[in-house]
């Protein structure tokens, strides 16, 4: 069973930056490939980025690439989103997941995901 809290979300003006993070209760952290997801108002969970358990593979969104930053700290049990160059169409909740993994792969598939965290605000007015 893993437990996932997300933090660090808030209202920001276009163009800054923000750091969401996601501390997870789990034993075994490092054996979890980790994502973010968003959803905004009326509209279905879309992926973000996503991680494998290493940390040496990575994939985004394209509508997020070249601004937004996956990492991990497996010795923290936490995953990080930097957001960078913020625009009003990243407004949404960003929720953090993790699958049971046994290689070193990453996931983009919201079916993938086992375990979900709650969420975090994420506002970016223009």
């Known amino acids: 069973q893993v437990q996932l809290a997300e933090s660090g979300g808030g209202l920001v003006q276009t163009g800054d930056s923000l750091r969401l993070s996601c501390a997870a209760s789990?034993?075994?952290?490092?054996?979890?490939?980790m994502s973010w997801f968003r959803q905004a108002p009326g509209k279905e969970r879309d992926f973000v980025a996503a991680?494998?358990?290493?940390?040496?593979?990575?994939h985004y969104a394209d509508s997020v690439k070249g601004r937004f930053t996956i990492s991990r700290d497996n010795a923290k049990n936490t995953v990080y989103l930097q957001m960078n160059s913020l625009k009003p169409e990243d407004t949404a909740v960003y929720y953090c997941?993790?699958?049971?993994?046994?290689?070193?792969?990453?996931?983009?598939?919201?079916?993938?995901?086992?375990?979900w965290g709650q969420g975090t605000q994420v506002t970016v007015s223009s």
């Open positions: 991680i494998s358990v290493s940390g040496s593979n990575t």
């Open positions: 789990a034993r075994s952290f490092s054996s979890y490939a």
């Open positions: 997941a993790a699958a049971d993994d046994s290689g070193n792969y990453y996931y983009t598939d919201i079916s993938e995901y086992d375990y």
